[in-house]
């Protein structure tokens, strides 16, 4: 007889197991409205929520987009105008200060001796002390030099510089080139001259520079007949001659000193004298 742990008796036992086994469905009990838990609550609310975002997503779509409106300048922030530009000039510089022609150590016209070897130049109406930066337009050196002398006193030209200046730039050897001036600030940055300067050392007009008394004092006789007050200068050449610069004038508007400059060379005009524009100092 087989035992109870037979593989024959495990199967008759399940088999028998299986047909006891009976399923009852038993029928779902009544819910009371008004509960049945948070599943029910969400399924019975879903239409009301669905039309909610519906609405609010038209709205949204519909809006129209927002503008920007730039805010208003503050009164005390307004741009300011514009500074002035530089002031720039083009023309044939020379130099001065080689040996042997005196300049060395004679007084400028800003009262200092004549260095050859410092950075300085003459000009004839830019205010002393003025920095300019100097560009030799043929080989392109620059530096910056400071006015503390007038002239060149030369036709045609524009600019004397020192020694060192010319060295510089490279024209020693030719004596004169083609340059640019800018004036500049301490920092070698562009920088608009101050127009009150034109009140503290107004323009004249330089007629000429004479050594004979008598001529001196002819000319003197006829500019103030027609130009009222004239003024003379004592210098002393690079070659140790004594004479006077006569002059006419004190204009605050270098336009004035023009219209002056070319009525006096009209009056002279048969005396090959050609008067400029300078400063009182």
């Known amino acids: 007889m087989p035992s ?11 088999v028998h197991w299986i047909h006891e086994i009976q399923v009852v469905f038993e029928p779902p009990a009544p819910v009371v409205p008004g509960t049945g838990g948070f599943l029910r609550i969400t399924r019975l609310g879903a239409p009301q929520i669905a039309v909610l975002v519906a609405m609010a997503f038209t709205l949204h779509c519909t809006r129209p987009p927002a503008t920007f409106t730039p805010p208003r300048p503050r009164l005390d922030r307004l741009p300011s105008a514009p500074e002035a530009p530089a002031f720039v000039q083009e023309g044939v510089a020379s130099w001065y200060g080689g040996d042997g022609d005196g300049f060395a150590g004679q007084p400028t016209a800003s009262g200092e ?7 300085t130049c003459a000009h004839r109406t830019l205010p002393l002390g003025t920095l300019v930066k100097v560009t030799n337009l043929e080989n392109g050196h620059h530096a910056i030099f400071r006015v503390n002398d007038r002239g060149p006193f030369t036709k045609g030209r524009l600019l004397d510089l020192s020694r060192k200046g010319a060295e510089v730039l490279g024209f020693i050897g030719q004596g004169v080139t083609q340059v640019r001036l800018q004036t500049v600030n301490a920092q070698g940055l562009p920088m608009p001259l101050d127009p009150s300067l034109d009140q503290q050392d107004p323009y004249v007009v330089q007629v000429a520079a004479l050594s004979d008394p008598a001529n001196i004092a002819a000319l003197e006789d006829e500019l103030a007949d027609a ?6 200068q004592d210098v002393v050449t690079g070659r140790g001659l004594q004479v006077k610069r006569v002059r006419v004038g004190s204009y605050t508007r270098r336009q004035d000193a023009e219209k002056a400059a070319q009525q006096i060379a009209k ?15």
């Open 227 to 232: 130009f009222g007050p004239v003024t003379t």
């Open 4 to 14: 109870s742990f037979h593989p024959t008796n495990w199967s008759k036992a399940c």
């Open 267 to 281: 009056l002279l005009k048969d005396r090959g004298v050609e008067p400029f524009i300078t400063r009182r100092r």
């Open 113 to 119: 001796a004549y260095d050859p070897d410092a950075y």
